[in-house]
């Protein structure tokens, strides 16, 4: 199924206010819950009142949060609210995932996808992952170690792991595990090993969704380094979260306490909704 994919537009967060307030307005509904989701992954003692406004709530972009409990320092919360602006945040298997950009953007939204143009991280993923051109690939990687060490959820990680590649992947580099220990590196972080336990097909050949589905279900191992630590899932595109989905399920299998993705790019197929 789709996942829902939004980007913060502006948010108000007012601390001293009584109780704290956070006003948050994104590109499409975030559906009253990946937003408040988020936040409790990052700030695990910020208590959140139920959201209110039944249906409406549901398909609002804007929404006002009540906090309590431990809130963090201002400019924590700030953090993540500014980094949220830049990137993409897509609400699926895991505690938070993120994309630094989509992978192509329509300029008019009556064009063909065949016509849409590449924002600037998708032509550079572009010409990675299917030229191997190595200076676009150091510039991604230091995106995401920028990104990772920015972010006040992220960065307390204290594991990374590598999205495996089908089998089926020529003779191109395989950016995602050099991206994950650079990533490692610059958390002081253990490297987990994912792998596949079956050959799948690449999800981009594979047009039916619920096929795509059925080709990852089931077909990733993660070793025991997993058990008891937060793992962060590193992956180059991101299409509707099948590979993110079996991933998450993997490692939390090998005892994994929380897992959040990280992806170069989101193609706007298989968002539930346009966010523009």
């Known amino acids: 199924m789709p996942v829902l994919c939004y980007r913060v537009i502006e948010y108000d967060y007012r601390p001293a206010d009584a109780p704290p307030v956070l006003r948050v307005v994104c590109t499409t509904s975030p559906g009253t819950t990946s937003i408040r989701q988020v936040i409790r992954s990052t700030f695990p003692g910020v208590e959140l009142a139920e959201p209110s406004g039944g249906l409406l709530a549901m398909f609002s972009d804007q929404e006002d949060i009540l906090l309590g409990g431990n809130l963090p320092p201002e400019?924590?919360?700030e953090r993540l609210l500014g980094l949220m602006t830049r990137v993409l945040t897509v609400q699926d298997a895991c505690?938070?995932?993120h994309c630094l950009d989509f992978y192509r953007y329509p300029e008019e939204t009556d064009q063909s996808p065949e016509e849409w143009p590449y924002t600037p991280t998708g032509g550079r993923l572009k010409q990675a992952k299917y030229k191997g051109i190595r200076s676009a690939a150091a510039v991604l990687e230091d995106a995401l170690v920028d990104f990772v060490t920015?972010?006040?959820?992220?960065a307390r990680c204290d594991a990374v792991?590598?999205?495996?590649?089908s089998t089926q992947h020529g003779d191109r580099p395989d950016w995602p595990p050099l991206w994950a220990s650079a990533i490692a590196d610059a958390l002081g972080a253990k490297r987990v090993a994912l792998q596949r336990t079956r050959p799948t097909?690449?999800?981009k050949?594979?047009?039916?969704l619920e096929e795509r589905t059925r080709n990852q279900r089931g077909s990733m191992v993660a070793d025991t380094t997993a058990s008891g630590r937060s793992v962060l899932v590193v992956d180059d595109l991101y299409m509707q979260g099948d590979s993110m989905e079996e991933a998450a399920r993997a490692l939390r299998e090998s005892g994994a306490t929380s897992v959040f993705g990280l992806c170069i790019a989101k193609t706007v197929k298989g968002c539930r909704a346009y966010p523009f």
């Open 161 to 165: 792991a590598a999205m495996p590649r």
């Open 201 to 203: 097909r690449p999800q």
């Open 205 to 208: 050949d594979i047009e039916d």
């Open 150 to 154: 920015g972010h006040p959820g992220l």
């Open 95 to 97: 505690d938070i995932s």
């Open 75 to 77: 400019d924590e919360m």
